[in-house]
């Protein structure tokens, strides 16, 4: 049975795990997207795997997809001047990795 695993990761982990993945002759589908805190720039991938490798994969996903902190600065608004903002440095964190897996019920190569 095939599963597929949806990855949603960090640009910036997004070639070291792609790397890794076609060294181990796993293929997948890059796609970009945008979310989070910081609305910084994601990555989805799309592999599609035999279900006795899903285990193995995540494993490469946990691997490459480490969680970290980011320290930023987000503008906060004052009650006393209510056009002023006062930059406030926040951490943030970032890295790691979203994983869905899902059943799939039919798989063609064309």
Request: hydrophobic share 40%.
């Amino acid at each position: 049975m095939m599963k597929l695993i949806v990855a949603i990761i960090q640009d910036e982990d997004t070639q070291e795990l792609v790397d890794r993945l076609t060294e181990e002759k796993i293929s997948s589908t890059k796609l970009a997207s945008t979310g989070g805190f910081l609305k910084s720039g994601n990555t989805t991938l799309l592999i599609g795997i035999e279900k006795e490798k899903v285990d193995y994969v995540i494993s490469i996903i946990e691997e490459k997809c480490k969680s970290r902190t980011k320290v930023t600065s987000t503008p906060i608004t004052t009650t006393w001047i209510p056009t002023a903002y006062i930059p406030q440095a926040i951490e943030v964190p970032i890295g790691g990795a979203t994983i869905f897996v899902l059943d799939v019920d039919k798989f063609a190569k064309v």
